[in-house]
């Protein structure tokens, strides 16, 4: 029994060891204090029911003594760390420039937290919650609110499928093409929180026409401008851009480098040669670009291309590197195509090409100095852009399915009832629920760390993911439950745009499948990975001795991290997380948070444990990367949850959203990491993890039933929970306009609900008959079913109702495309030339 005890205490010293991540000497302490106890205990309790130690007593001494030298840095450097310093750089791959500075781009923020294991979450409880300016604000409420009002959906997308000239006029005059570009260069400088929340409020209103906005305020020549340009390039374009008398574009992509961008052929050489009859320095260039936004509209080329200075004239060597170069669109020699039809969507994009074009020099972005930096640039760009442009507009278009289906489903009946509280329909309708609350939750924590000044490149690559394709199952999900109704297109039809749309977002700023399952993970865990970089950075050092000293440190402070996971993992599964960090004022969100906490030791694991066994493999284990990237993600998103939900001021009726999205997101996080657990190559590791992660089986199980009906029934309700799902985004409640009909309509329906129910009666009882060419509201009036006043109220809504539930339709003419009709150019399509 004593010595059952010994044993006991022994695991629970070193699990605590581990935990505490502790120093090798400490170990050693402790081992040599277990070894000593173990033959005295013997001798003390006088052998009763303590075995005689024997020669495996003085065994017991070995870990001490081996632990106690390895604390010793030169015995450990010559005999562990030195030697595999030198095996692993031998066989460690090259990282390529392009890999590096994509590595190098960005900051590191909360992601590194939840790679610790530990999260401390008093940093994302610092992060402010929504904080605009007046000026912002004001902005926000007037010339956005404006502009949405102005916009006809169907007349821009199927009509004209141009963007009107109208809208192009309004969004320059109030400067929404500059809202990144500081005041001092005549933009509107506003923050990151600012843009996001302009943008998704258009986008909610036509996720077509955003683009003109979207695009000019996110990579492309504003920024790199603002961000990398001269002087004179800052004074003369940037309030030219910002009033859009310029109108950029930015052309990477071409028809061989789509999601291998870096790998263009689009090429650029130093030269000699005449501009504006003058001799000069100078780049003869030769490129092919495809799916260009703005591109067939745009007054300045934003281009980026491969250099090289074969007479090394700039002094940078043969291979420059990728340049970004700035081109107006009628300099000699810039073909810009004709348009594509994306997703036969009426923003502008197409193909630009030129062959043997030649530019000067500074017409480089930030002159001469920049040649060779453009992938830095757009790397580097890309981390906080990537942050806010689609994720504003993915959010906005969740809580805009959320706010039009709730209505419908409210209006709609079927079976005598609406369709919103058929259990059938309550089950995409929680999950549209969901989907526009962390959408949300996601977006506006991401946009207080960009407007702080971070950019979270690994947080960015999952916010884009994650929330593109939350948009395409609420869209999705939108369509269902509204039948026939979303399938027919037409001016009524305020679904169809974002369904068309949604795969732009999806393609967009890295695939989405690229971004899942090379990006997010691989960047993320060297990256955030609290020793993995800078053993890397080590073994690449030029300088041996430093390079061992810092790989010596980073590698013992690896191996801590790694047997504290371990043990931190299996102690908190153990104990089903009643002892993982939660804040103490977290309220109700305690447990949530501890779980949060458990689950982020467990992702810590298996993510070290993934990096540690697969190295270089990780790029073509993209089963694994994808799941680990979807795990991290849960994580990340749930902990916005928490925080939204403490940023709203914690409101009672949230409670079961968060209660809800908590639920599905654990669950969602736990079949992630099972996945990459059971298919994990090595069978040594994968029985590992399956002990230390579920060693009492399944944690966590979706959200009941009964909470998704919960949700449901205060989500249709016109109200507070419903406005604050869907706050920020176009509401407009002119009856004459697809979803202001269904806002008035809606509140219409509630109001008649008495009424109607006993004109239900009556019907089933056979005292008033519902049929087509009799007048059955007038017959339960003159019956006495209903009053004079609940008739007008049943009549007056029996019009929206049906005017809600119709669908158009069209003469033939009216369906040909405009091209077909007399007068229009009826030229077959080409393919675009190639250089
Ligand atoms: C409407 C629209 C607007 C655009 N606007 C612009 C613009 O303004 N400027 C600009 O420069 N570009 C623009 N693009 C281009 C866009 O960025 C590319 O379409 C995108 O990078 C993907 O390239 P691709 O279409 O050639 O797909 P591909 O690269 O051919 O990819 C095909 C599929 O393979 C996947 N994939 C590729 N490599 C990997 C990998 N290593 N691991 C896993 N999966 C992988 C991708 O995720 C994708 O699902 C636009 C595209 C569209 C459709």
């Known amino acids: 029994m004593m010595f059952l005890l010994f044993l006991l205490v022994v695991i629970a010293g070193a699990m605590a060891l581990a935990m505490m991540r502790s120093p090798g000497w400490l170990w050693a302490a402790g081992a040599a204090v277990a070894a000593f106890v173990w033959q005295s ?15 495996l ?3 017991a001494w070995i870990p001490a003594i081996v632990l106690g030298l390895l604390s010793v840095p030169t015995l450990r450097r010559s005999f562990v760390t030195g030697p595999a310093y030198g095996l692993v750089k031998g066989i460690l791959p090259k990282v390529s420039d392009t890999e590096q500075q994509a590595l190098d781009a960005g900051t590191v923020g909360f992601d590194a937290e939840l790679f610790s294991g530990t999260p401390d979450w008093t940093k994302l409880r610092a992060l402010p919650g929504i904080v605009l300016t007046s000026e912002e604000q004001d902005f926000l409420d007037g010339p956005t609110e404006d502009l949405c009002r102005l916009i006809d959906e169907w007349q821009l997308r199927h009509t004209k499928r141009e963007i009107p000239s109208e809208i192009w006029d309004f969004v320059k005059e109030h400067g929404f093409l500059g809202m990144l570009i500081s005041k001092d260069h005549g933009g509107l400088g506003f923050s990151a929180q600012a843009q996001s929340l302009i943008l998704g409020k258009i986008a909610s209103r036509s996720p077509d026409a955003v683009t003109i906005v979207m695009v000019p305020n996110s990579l492309g020549p504003g920024e790199l401008i603002e961000k990398y340009g001269t002087d004179s390039e800052k004074q003369y374009f940037l309030p030219r851009l910002a009033k859009g008398l310029e109108v950029p574009c930015f052309s990477l992509t071409g028809p061989t480098s789509g999601s291998d961008a870096a790998t263009m052929r689009d090429i650029g050489t130093v030269t000699r040669g005449t501009h504006d009859g003058k001799e000069t320095v100078g780049i003869r260039l030769s490129w092919d670009k495809r799916y260009i936004t703005l591109g067939p509209e745009a007054t300045l080329v934003g281009l980026a291309f491969r250099l090289f200075d074969p007479e090394n004239i700039l002094g940078k060597g043969e291979d420059v590197g990728i340049t970004v170069a700035l081109i107006p669109a009628d300099h000699p020699g810039v073909n810009i195509g004709r348009r594509h039809l994306p997703a036969g969507a009426a923003f502008p994009n197409g193909p630009n090409w030129g062959e043997d074009v030649f530019i000067p020099i500074d017409f480089i972005i930030g002159g001469e100095a920049m040649a060779g930096q453009g992938w830095r640039m757009l790397m580097e760009c890309l981390a906080a852009g990537r942050a806010i442009s689609l994720p504003s507009s993915a959010t906005a278009g969740a809580k805009a399915m959320l706010r039009a289906t709730t209505a419908y489903g409210r209006i709609r009946k079927q079976f005598g009832l609406p369709v919103a509280r058929m259990e059938g329909i309550e089950e995409p309708l929680a999950r549209m629920i969901e989907n526009a609350y962390v959408n949300e939750a996601g977006r506006s924590v991401t946009a207080a760390m960009v407007s702080r000044g971070e950019k979270p490149s690994v ?7 994650q929330t ?3 948009l395409r199952r609420s ?6 439950i509204h039948g026939g109704r979303a399938i027919c297109d037409g001016p009524s039809n305020y679904l169809m745009s974002a369904y068309q749309m949604v795969p732009v977002g999806i393609t967009v700023e890295g695939a989405n499948i690229l971004t899942r399952t090379l990006i997010t993970f691989a960047q993320g865990a060297l990256r955030s990975h609290p020793y993995l970089y800078d053993e890397i950075k080590a073994l690449q050092d030029e300088d041996q001795d430093k390079g061992l000293t810092a790989f010596d440190e980073a590698f013992c402070g690896h191996v801590a991290f790694s047997v504290s996971n371990m043990a931190g993992a299996f102690f908190h599964n153990l104990t089903i997380g009643l002892f993982a960090n939660a804040p103490s004022d977290a309220g109700d969100s305690r447990n949530a948070y501890r779980q949060l906490s458990r689950s982020s030791r467990n992702f810590a694991l298996v993510a070290d444990l993934t990096v540690a066994l697969l190295g270089g493999g990780l790029k073509t284990k993209q089963k694994l990367t994808g799941r680990l990237a979807d795990a991290l993600s849960e994580l990340y998103l749930l902990a916005c949850v928490l925080k939204r939900f403490e940023d709203d001021g914690r409101p009672k009726s949230d409670r079961p959203i968060v209660a809800f ?16 657990i059971d298919n994990f190559p090595n069978p040594v590791a994968k029985g590992l993890m399956r002990v230390l992660v579920f060693p009492l089986g399944r944690h966590y199980f979706p959200a009941r039933d009964r909470l998704g009906s919960q949700i449901v029934k205060l989500a249709i309700e016109p109200g507070e929970v419903r406005d604050r799902l869907t706050r920020d985004i176009f509401i407009s409640k002119d009856p004459n306009e697809a979803t202001g009909l269904l806002e008035v309509t809606l509140e219409k329906v509630i109001a008649s609900e008495e009424a109607e129910k006993k004109l239900e009666r009556a019907i089933r009882a056979g005292t008033v008959r519902r049929y087509h060419g009799l007048d059955w509201i007038g017959d339960a009036v003159s019956k006495g079913v209903l009053t004079e006043a609940e008739g007008k109220l049943l009549k007056e809504v029996e019009e929206l109702v049906a005017r809600v539930i119709a669908v158009d339709h069209f003469d033939k003419d009216e369906l040909r495309p405009n091209y077909m009709k007399p007068g229009h150019n009826t030229k077959a399509a080409e393919a675009a030339p190639t250089v």
Do not use: C, H
Not at 459 to 465: G, V
Not at 475 to 480: E, G, K, P, S
């Open 57 to 59: 007593g003085l065994l």
């Open 459 to 465: 947080i960015s690559a999952l916010m884009k993911y």
């Open 41 to 55: 205990g013997f001798f003390v309790t006088g052998s009763i029911g303590w075995p005689q130690p024997g020669w």
């Open 468 to 470: 593109t394709e939350r």
């Open 661 to 676: 999205a908590a639920a599905n997101g654990l669950y969602r996080f736990e079949q992630a990491l099972r996945g990459t």
């Open 475 to 480: 869209i999705n999900d939108a369509f269902d």
